[in-house]
């Protein structure tokens, strides 16, 4: 099993950024491709970005590209997402999920992620 947790969300006007962390315990918890989602209300889960195990490969879906980075320190556990130029439609839960097959194919699907976290709530004002 693998425990993620996340932090970092809140409050942000627009313009303004966040650095979400990921926290993960637990059976070779940091040796799998790491991704962040989100889901607005009334919506579906959206992939946002998500990393290899070494790092070297990421992907980020359209609407984020440009403006937030994911990145990981193996050594600690931790997988970060940089949100820069926050807009108002970023508002949503961010989640964390670990792909317990891959390390080094970046899925975009949630049906791929095997292990999920609780959420951090993003808030973006305008």
């Known amino acids: 099993q693998v425990q993620l947790v996340e932090s970092g969300g809140g409050l942000v006007q627009a313009g303004g950024s966040l650095r979400l962390s990921c926290a993960a315990s637990g059976r070779t918890s940091i040796n799998y491709v790491m991704g962040w989602f989100r889901q607005a209300p009334g919506k579906d889960r959206e992939f946002v970005a998500a990393?290899?195990?070494?790092?070297?490969?990421?992907e980020y879906a359209d609407s984020v590209k440009g403006r937030f980075t994911i990145s990981r320190d193996n050594a600690k556990n931790l997988v970060y997402l940089q949100m820069n130029s926050l807009k108002p439609e970023d508002t949503a839960p961010y989640y964390c999920?670990?792909?317990?097959?891959?390390?080094?194919?970046?899925?975009?699907?949630?049906?791929?992620?095997?292990?999920w976290g609780q959420g951090t709530q993003v808030t973006v004002s305008s």
């Open positions: 990393i290899t195990r070494s790092g070297r490969t990421t």
């Open positions: 999920a670990a792909d317990g097959s891959r390390t080094n194919y970046p899925s975009r699907g949630s049906m791929d992620y095997d292990y």
